[in-house]
């Protein structure tokens, strides 16, 4: 497996800072990316990726070294998370393409987020990190973007919440992207993810260690992290899948906290996920991208009046729209409101539904369902 290295874009402006929606400016900040393939002479070949919430720059390949992460660089995400997709032959070609994916402002993987050292403080922003939704994290690439000198992108791809992502590029930068391609994604928050995703908040908010978002220097919000992955995780997997994955299980009787002794494998299992988990992930950064998640509003943020004022926008692009038939996290119900909206607006788009009995997840398990509707419409 070819290996690769993080790069880190620094931006530093006061004359032209990044303006947050809602969270005030920020003068400086660091990208963490990575880039596979190479861009042409006229750099008209890049496609661009957006991971999806506990997602990361490292898409495709091997690094197994990203510093100044707190140890949260673990083996589990060693190896690129889109791997089956990205490389020569592959769905994202990089004999033809020069993909880059980059980790969500406010991450925590080496972009500047709640873990990051506050330049004015040296110590972590912790709990003052400004606000962000999912238009900051967006209008931040386009930063990165401008560095590169990548005017027009060939594609911006995106699943789940870099669906969100996708749209939000077409929609407030239409003339700089002219295929866009959200898998197992949506046009709002439906009520079932507010639901979720508040558990989530709590789920964290309410572990003592939390300390309202002050705990760099102590303990961490281990317990509450866990509960909010076990939360969003039996989601991300059609329940059939869940119960084939815990299977191999190994019941462990012994109470995780309190008098409860396990006595399903699917216990042993979800408990695994939780504390797993949190050794790779930050409790701020899963909190503000959360928060993002549910404020995000694509017509209001593309600044439109509504769906069809904003996708009118997009009808110089071409859309492809992915389905996957089991997903819980995203049903296609979601993918037919946002197919609707675009024929409505007369936009060209192709919507695919993907059969899979690996729920949310068969985006990132299964290349060879989506492979050959990516090919075509990027253009092999």
């Not at 506990?54 to 495709?60: E, K, L, P, S, Y």
């Not at 992108?153 to 749209?167: E, P, R």
Request: hydrophobic residues 40%.
């Amino acid at each position: 497996m070819r290996k690769v290295q993080t790069k880190f874009f620094e931006f530093k402006s006061r004359r032209q800072p990044l303006r947050l929606r809602v969270g005030g400016e920020l003068e400086r900040f660091t990208l963490a990316y990575e880039m596979y393939g190479r861009m042409n002479s006229d750099k008209s070949n890049v496609i661009l990726l957006f991971h999806a919430m506990t997602g990361n720059q490292h898409a495709a390949g091997l690094n197994s070294d990203v510093p100044g992460l707190d140890g949260r660089w673990t083996e589990e995400v060693h190896q690129g998370w889109w791997d089956g997709f990205i490389g020569p032959g592959k769905a994202l070609d990089t004999r033809l393409f020069c993909v880059i994916c980059v980790n969500y402002l406010g991450g925590c993987y080496g972009s500047t987020g709640p873990a990051s050292l506050n330049p004015a403080t040296r110590k972590p922003w912790g709990p003052a990190f400004p606000v962000l939704r999912m238009s900051d994290i967006v209008d931040s690439q386009m930063r990165l973007l401008d560095e590169l000198g990548v005017r027009q992108l060939h594609a911006a791809v995106g699943a789940s919440t870099g669906g969100f992502l996708c749209q939000l590029l077409a929609t407030r930068y239409p003339e700089r992207v002219r295929i866009v391609v959200p898998i197992g994604t949506g046009v709002e928050t439906t009520i079932q993810q507010r639901i979720m995703n508040f558990e989530q908040v709590t789920a964290i908010e309410g572990d003592p260690h939390f300390k309202g978002g002050d705990y760099y220097r102590g303990p961490k919000p281990d317990t509450g992290l866990a509960l909010a992955r076990r939360i969003a995780h039996k989601t991300f997997v059609s329940l059939e899948m869940l119960r084939e994955r815990a299977r191999e299980e190994i019941v462990s009787h012994k109470p995780p906290h309190g008098w409860y002794e396990m006595n399903h494998p699917v216990e042993s299992y979800m408990l695994h996920q939780g504390d797993k988990f949190v050794k790779r992930f930050d409790a701020n950064t899963y909190l503000r991208i959360l928060d993002a998640w549910q404020w995000f509003d694509l017509v209001a943020e593309g600044g439109a009046a509504d769906l069809h004022v904003l996708f009118e926008r997009c009808r110089g692009q071409e859309f492809l729209v992915f389905s996957m038939d089991s997903d819980l996290s995203f049903p296609p119900a979601e993918q037919s409101k946002l197919v609707h909206a675009l024929k409505r607006a007369r936009v060209p788009v192709m919507w695919i539904t993907v059969h899979s009995d690996k729920g949310h997840d068969a985006f990132l398990l299964e290349p060879k369902l989506f492979t050959p509707h990516l090919q075509q419409a990027l253009g092999h």
